[in-house]
T-cell receptor
Framework: DVKVTQSSRYLVKRTGEKVFLECVQD?????MFWYRQDPGLGLRLIYF???????EKGDIPEGYSVSREKKERFSLILESASTNQTSMYLC????????????????FGEGSWLTVV | GENVEQHPSTLSVQEGDSAVIKCTYS??????FPWYKQELGKRPQLIID?????GEKKDQRIAVTLNKTAKHFSLHITETQPEDSAVYFC??????????FGGGTRVLVKP
């Protein structure tokens, strides 16, 4: 069974703080993703990574950065947290079959609820 | 990039009735269309998916239909039960194996 683990479920941070959200998957997946979930807006992609040390911007990368030093670990970094980054953050992973339309199931973590005050 | 619109945003149905959720997308090159279910406080999980070489797919009480010409696909839940109450997300695979999601539909099944 695929397991995607997000180390922090609930965090409260102050404006301007640096925030790290950690994610680990145990299925040797090449692809890893960070999504943000807000009511009515669905899941919006922040960053994704195809391989170690590789990263690409998603649809809403502003104010975020990522790090992938090991295949199983993908970190989301908020360099200077702001109140509009209060949200639920979902990490996900998938195998990389290559080619569009191959249909890789994405497996999500439980989510990290971040409140910035 | 890909744009996915999902309707309705909320759906209330009587237990035993059917529920239908529709999504439209913009990129005609998209070929993979999954649906995820997210129960309260839990992670989204894949419930059914369809590829562009198929027009319809069924799995027990759920089915998905795809109209590539019109660029829309729908989730159908028959004989709804209380455990079907959840938020449902449609998604479309964009280039690079990444998914673009719709805004979600909150389904409430009333006993």
């Amino acid at each position: 069974d695929v397991k995607v683990t997000q180390s922090s479920r609930y965090l409260v941070k102050r404006t301007g703080e640096k925030v790290f959200l950690e994610c680990v998957q145990d299925m040797d997946h090449e692809n890893m993703f960070w999504y943000r979930q807000d009511p009515g807006l669905g899941l919006r992609l922040i960053y994704f990574s195809y391989d170690v040390k590789m990263k690409e911007k998603g649809d809403i990368p502003e104010g975020y950065s990522v790090s992938r030093e090991k295949k199983e670990r993908f970190s989301l970094i908020l360099e200077s947290a702001s109140t509009n980054q209060t949200s639920m953050y979902l990490c996900a992973s998938s195998l990389s079959y290559g080619g569009r339309g191959r249909g890789n199931t994405i497996y999500f973590g439980e989510g990290s609820w971040l409140t910035v005050v | 990039g890909e744009n996915v619109e999902q309707h309705p945003s909320t759906l209330s149905v009587q237990e035993g009735d059917s529920a239908v959720i529709k999504c439209t997308y913009s990129d005609s090159a998209s070929n993979y269309f999954p649906w995820y279910k997210q129960e309260l406080g839990k992670r989204p999980q894949l419930i059914i998916d369809i590829r562009s070489n198929v027009g319809e797919k069924k799995d027990q009480r759920i089915a998905v239909t795809l109209n590539k010409t019109a660029k829309h696909f729908s989730l159908h839940i028959t004989e709804t039960q209380p455990e079907d109450s959840a938020v449902y997300f449609c998604a479309v695979e964009a280039a690079g194996n990444k998914l673009t999601f719709g805004g979600g539909t909150r389904v409430l099944v009333k006993p």
